[in-house]
Every structure is written in structure tokens, then in C-alpha cells.
């Protein structure tokens, strides 16, 4: 699989890029996440798919202003039943989440050489108004990162941001929520020991059970000093385990995943 990145005007010769790194690619289906990124500024792209395993799930680039093509190569995990796969591609500029594009692949247990799995782009989406879950312990480090969303052109929903005195706080809080279509969980030992985020989150969650396309998506952003706290029960399906935060510690992921307590991924 691969992930272009390239300007609006050069999607031709990126296409052509796509068959010069891999001469029997075929576009089976596109979906494009739209954003403004200076050169010099780094993009990382991460894989997420149950019951795929990828050799290599996130990887990275500086952006120069020419299309880039990013591979990724993956396997079946084994008894997988046949079926629809869902793959989520996740864009972050600075290490900040911007988007996330969704295909699915279709396994018919008939596919070979000379009949390769379907592919079907299904839906692309720039994160455009993010609110952001977190324990007040944890302010001042979350607010650099809200700095960095309203860079990336993310509108930002913050409780210090859209809360005057005297509103009440619960109800203004979920309408908050109710508008965006990313909730951003800073994930700290504050945090899970926090009743608000738990309430927060729950209520997102909730909220994804209604909509037709799935939102507001509920991402993870782990911050703090490891090891990182394990989430809830009903929070497992979410990906805690991030590689962004063991690059910015300096700390080899798998390591650290052996030493911490183990998260879900």
C-alpha cells in the first residue's frame, strides 16, 4: 500500500510516482485528505487495522514540496476470516493528529496473482474542530499542544477556552463536544484518575453510537512520564499504545512496552 503526498496540481506526476516505486501498482481507489503544510515540517503516517499486521505501521517524512510516496507492506493475520478489512491511514503535522483517511479491503479467499483484493476508498476527513480531554494537573503541557493544533488550523475546544464564569460547566461542556468532529484524550496518571475525562470521553463514545460517520473520533495523545496508565475497560478499543511519545522520550517503543505495563494497540 502506498500514501502520496503531493500538490493539488501535481497529482499526475505523483500517480506516475506510484508506478515508478512499484511498477504493478494499480489504483484500486482514492480518497484525499486536504491541508496546508509548510516545507521543512514533518509528516508522520500511521497504519491502524485489526487483524493486519503491518512490518512497519508508522513511518515519516519532511515535507519539500514535491510528491513523496510512503510504502507500507503488511500480512493477513492468520485464521482471519474472509471479509471486509478496514484500514485507517492517520496524518499527523508536528506530531499533532490532522486527519485520517479510511479504506476497506475485501478478502474473498479466492485472490491471487492475477486477482488481487479489492480496494475501496470510503471516507477522508481533516480534523477541523478537536476538543480536547485532559486532567487540569496537566494544563500547561496540553496547552503548548492546543498552540500547535490552532497552527496546523484546527479549531480548538478547551474548557479555559470556551468557558466564561458562572456557565454551567457540564452541559456547556458536552455541547462542546457535540460540535467537533475529534476529541483529543491527553492521556496521563491525572488523567486517569480524573472523573471529568472519564465522563468526557464516555460521552463522546456515546455520542459515535449515533452518528452516521462514526464522530466524533475519539485519538488518544499520551503524554506524562511513563510507564502510561492502562485506559478503562471500555476504552480498549482505542490505540494508547503511541509511538510519537516513545520518539519524543528517546525510548525504544518495543523496550518500553516490555518493561511498562502492556497496552492495547
Known amino acids: 500500500m502506498q500514501v502520496l503526498f503531493h500538490r493539488i496540481e501535481d497529482a499526475t506526476v505523483a500517480a506516475g510516482l506510484a508506478t515508478e516505486v512499484d511498477p504493478d501498482a494499480e489504483r484500486q481507489g482514492v480518497q484525499t ?4 503544510v509548510p516545507r521543512g515540517d514533518r509528516l508522520d503516517v ?19 514540496g514535491r510528491p513523496h510516496s510512503i510504502q507500507f507492506s503488511g500480512r493477513i493475520a492468520p485464521g482471519r476470516a474472509f471479509g471486509g478489512i478496514q484500514i485507517k491511514v492517520r496524518v499527523f503535522h508536528n506530531g499533532v493528529s490532522i486527519g485520517v483517511v479510511i479504506f476497506k479491503i475485501t478478502i474473498d479467499g479466492q485472490s ?32 503548548r499542544c492546543a498552540q500547535a493544533l490552532e497552527a496546523a488550523g484546527i479549531s480548538v475546544r478547551q474548557d479555559i477556552l470556551v468557558l466564561d464564569p458562572g456557565k454551567r460547566w ?11 468532529d475529534t476529541v483529543l484524550l491527553f492521556w496521563s496518571k491525572n488523567a486517569a484518575a480524573s472523573e ?8 463522546a ?26 485506559p478503562p475497560d471500555e476504552w480498549k478499543h482505542l490505540h494508547f499504545n503511541d509511538k510519537l511519545y516513545y520518539m519524543a522520550l528517546g525510548v525504544d517503543q518495543d523496550q518500553a512496552a516490555r518493561s511498562a505495563t502492556r497496552l492495547p494497540v
Not at 491471487?112 to 503541557?141: C, K, L, T, V
Not at 457540564?170 to 467537533?180: K, M, N, P, S, V
Not at 463514545?205 to 502510561?228: C, F, N
Request: glycine share 4%; proline share 8%; with cysteine.
Open 196 to 203: 471529568w475525562v472519564k465522563k468526557e470521553v464516555n460521552y
Open 170 to 180: 457540564a452541559q456547556r461542556l458536552f455541547e462542546e463536544i457535540d460540535r467537533c
Open 112 to 143: 491471487g496473482m492475477n486477482h488481487p483484493p479489492a480496494i475501496r476508498g470510503d471516507f477522508a476527513r481533516r480534523a477541523q474542530r478537536a476538543f480536547i480531554s485532559y486532567s487540569s494537573e496537566d494544563r500547561s503541557a496540553v496547552t
Open 33 to 36: 485528505l486536504d491541508i496546508r
Open 205 to 230: 463514545l456515546d455520542r459515535q453510537k449515533t452518528s452516521a460517520v462514526h464522530e466524533p473520533e475519539v485519538k488518544p495523545v499520551v503524554i506524562g512520564d511513563p510507564p502510561v496508565p492502562l
Open 46 to 64: 500511521r497504519l491502524e487495522a485489526d487483524d493486519v499486521i503491518f512490518d512497519e505501521p508508522m513511518q515519516s517524512l519532511v515535507w519539500q
